[in-house]
DNA sequence: AACACTGTCAACCGCGCTCCG
DNA sequence: ACGGAGCGCGGTTGACAGTGT
C-alpha cells in the first residue's frame, strides 16, 4: 500500500472575468464506494466531495463577460513515495547549480505546495524564476517538470482506459516515439506517462503477441512506427505506412507528416459523437494560472467520463477530445521537429476549452472537467451566467455544490 | 519470513532547438 | 555570426511496490 501525507488535492478555481476574484470554500471527502474490482486498496482517484462555495461574485447574473468555474480535482497520491533525500550536488547538471544547493530527487509535499500555490498564482513564466520565486530549491527545469507531470490541475490520473491505450497504440503506429505528440492528443496525460506507459505495459504485450508472425512485425524496433493493432489501420493508413516505413528509419520527413496528417484526422477506430465547433486555437486571454481542465475519474467505475469541448479544429470522439494533428504545417517551422503546438503554455492549449456536460442522455455520468475559457474571436465558450452554472453544477452526480 | 525478481513511474540527463543580446 | 539562457523532448535511471519462490 502506498502512503502519503496528503492522498487528495483539490484545486478550485473561480473566476471572473476580468479579473479572478476570490472564494472561499471547504469540501470533505466522502465515505468512498467500494471498488467491486479492488478489494484492498482504495483507488487513488475515486473520491466524492462535498463542496460548498462561498463566492465573491456579487452579481453573478449580470454580465460576466467570461464566467469560468474551474474545478479541478486531482486525485491520487500526492506524494507516492518518500521524501527523496536532498543532495547538496547540482542539480540539471550544470555549473550553476554546484553554487547554490539545489534538491534532486522526489518532490516533498511542502515543495509542491510551494510550486502549486506559485503557479496558480502567477502562472507559468520563466522557470527559473519559478523555482527562485516560489522559494523552492530547485532548478527550473526539475520545477518544469514537476509541474507538467505531476502537479498540473488538469491532469488525469489513474490507469489508461481501453480507448487510451488503443489509441496511444495507433497513434505511435502513426508517429513513433513522439510522446509529447501522442500527448497531445491524450488530454490529461503527459508525455512521460504515456511513454512509462508504453515501455512498461505495451511494449511487453506486443512483444508477446509478436510471437505471432505479422506483416509489420519484421521491425523489430520499437522505436518504429508499426501497425501494432493488426487491423486497426485502415487500408489508407497501412498504405501511409508504407510510405512511412519505407522513407527510412529515421523519422518521417515533414512531407509525409501532413499527408499523415490528413489521414489520421479525424481518428478511424471511434465515432463522433459530438462535432466540434471550428475555434481556433491560441485565442485564449485567460490568465494562464486559470486555464485549467478538472476531471473527476471514476475509471471505469462508473463509466467513462469526459465532455470536452475544445477548439483549434479537435474533435470529440466519445468521451475524449482529440485534438488535431498538429504542427504539420509546412511553414516556417517545418524544420522544427515536428513539435506538438498545444504546448504547455496553457494559453495555447486548445483543450483548456472544457464545457460541464452534464447531459444525462450522453452518458456523462461522472463530474466534468471545467476549464479554460476564452473569448474567440467567432465564437464563446464557457460562457454561463453563474446560477446557471450552479444550477448545473449542483447536478454532478459525485460533487455536491453548494453556494452561500 | 526472507529473498529475488519484476513492474511501475517519478525524476534525471543530455541533446537539440529557439530566442535574445 | 556567436554564445548563453531557457525550454522541450526522448532516453534512461533508480526507488519503491508487488509478486513469486
Known amino acids: 500500500m502506498r502512503t502519503g501525507p496528503s492522498p487528495y488535492r483539490l484545486i478550485l478555481t473561480l473566476i471572473d472575468q476580468p479579473t479572478p476574484r476570490s472564494f472561499s470554500f471547504h469540501y470533505s471527502k466522502q465515505t468512498p464506494q467500494p471498488s467491486p474490482s479492488s478489494s484492498s486498496s482504495f483507488p487513488p482517484h475515486q473520491a466524492f466531495f ?82 527562485r520565486n516560489a522559494g523552492l530549491q530547485r532548478c527550473g527545469k526539475s520545477c518544469r517538470l514537476r509541474w507538467i507531470n505531476y502537479l498540473r490541475p488538469d491532469l488525469k490520473r489513474g490507469a489508461f482506459s481501453p480507448q487510451e491505450e488503443e489509441l496511444i497504440i495507433h497513434l505511435h503506429s502513426l508517429l513513433g516515439n513522439r510522446w509529447s505528440q501522442i500527448a497531445a492528443r491524450l488530454p490529461g496525460r503527459t508525455d512521460n506517462e504515456i511513454k512509462n506507459f508504453w515501455n512498461s505495459t505495451i511494449k511487453k504485450r506486443l512483444k508477446n503477441s509478436s510471437s505471432v508472425p505479422s506483416p509489420n512485425a519484421s521491425d523489430s524496433s520499437s522505436d518504429q512506427p508499426r501497425d501494432v493493432m493488426g487491423g486497426l489501420m485502415s487500408m489508407r493508413e497501412q498504405g501511409l505506412m508504407a510510405m512511412y516505413m519505407d522513407s527510412s528509419s529515421s523519422p518521417p520527413s515533414i512531407q509525409t507528416m501532413a499527408a499523415l496528417n490528413q489521414m489520421i484526422e479525424p481518428l478511424p477506430m471511434l465515432e463522433p459523437s459530438i462535432d466540434m465547433t471550428g475555434a481556433n486555437s491560441g485565442c485564449f486571454n485567460a490568465p494562464p494560472c486559470m486555464t485549467q481542465v478538472g476531471i473527476l475519474s471514476g475509471e471505469g467505475l462508473y463509466g467513462d467520463h469526459v465532455g470536452l469541448l475544445g477548439g483549434g479544429g479537435g474533435c470529440v470522439v466519445g468521451d475524449q477530445f482529440f485534438p488535431p494533428v498538429e504542427s504539420m504545417s509546412m511553414g516556417e517551422n517545418s524544420n522544427k521537429t515536428l513539435e506538438n503546438t498545444f504546448d504547455r503554455n496553457p494559453n495555447n492549449n486548445p483543450y483548456n476549452s472544457v464545457i460541464i456536460n452534464n447531459n444525462s442522455s450522453n452518458k456523462v455520468e461522472n463530474m466534468v472537467g471545467v476549464g479554460n475559457f476564452w473569448e474567440g474571436e467567432d465564437l464563446r465558450i464557457g460562457e454561463w451566467n453563474l446560477e446557471d452554472l450552479m444550477r448545473d453544477v449542483s447536478s454532478f452526480p459525485f460533487l455536491d455544490f453548494h453556494v452561500e
Open 50 to 131: 462535498s463542496l460548498s462555495i462561498k463566492s465573491n461574485c456579487s452579481s453573478p447574473s449580470t454580465q460576466l463577460g467570461v464566467v469560468v468555474f474551474a474545478v479541478a480535482v486531482q486525485l491520487g497520491p500526492v506524494a507516492m513515495r518518500k521524501p527523496e533525500k536532498s543532495t547538496a550536488n547540482g542539480a540539471c547538471s550544470n555549473a550553476a547549480s554546484t553554487v547554490s544547493k539545489l534538491r534532486k530527487g522526489l518532490w516533498s509535499p511542502e515543495e509542491d505546495d510551494k510550486l502549486m500555490n506559485y503557479m496558480l498564482n502567477n502562472g507559468q513564466g520563466c522557470w527559473s524564476d519559478v523555482a
